[in-house]
């Protein structure tokens, strides 16, 4: 089992950046692969963005794809997300999640972290 925690998130003007941050315990996490999602209030949580357990392969939501980055360290037990160009739309709660069977935006994750609230003003 893994447990994740997030860290990073605020209050950032459109056209910002900010990174977040995703740490993980438990077990030797090059095992798991990661994702980022994000959820506002009503709405389905979403799918933002992929990392394979090696860190070789990313995938992207199109509304992120040219603006967000996903990032692995597994010698630091790390995952990140980098985020520029920051849009009003992209405020929410983000998630980061891990799965030792699959990855991509399919996947069902087993293991989430507890979120960490993103706020882009106009």
């Known amino acids: 089992q893994v447990q994740l925690v997030e860290s990073g998130g605020g209050l950032v003007q459109a056209g910002g950046s900010l990174r977040l941050s995703c740490a993980a315990s438990?077990?030797?996490?090059?095992?798991?692969?990661a994702a980022w999602f994000r959820q506002t209030p009503g709405k389905e949580r979403e799918f933002v963005a992929g990392?394979?357990?090696?860190?070789?392969?990313?995938y992207y939501a199109d509304s992120v794809k040219g603006r967000f980055t996903i990032s692995r360290d597994n010698l630091k037990n790390m995952v990140y997300l980098q985020m520029n160009s920051l849009k009003p739309e992209d405020t929410a709660v983000y998630y980061c999640?891990?799965?030792?069977?699959?990855?991509?935006?399919?996947?069902?994750?087993?293991?989430w972290g507890q979120g960490t609230q993103v706020t882009v003003s106009s």
């Open positions: 438990g077990r030797t996490f090059n095992d798991y692969t």
């Open positions: 990392i394979t357990w090696s860190g070789v392969n990313t």
């Open positions: 999640a891990a799965d030792r069977g699959c990855w991509g935006s399919s996947c069902e994750y087993d293991y």
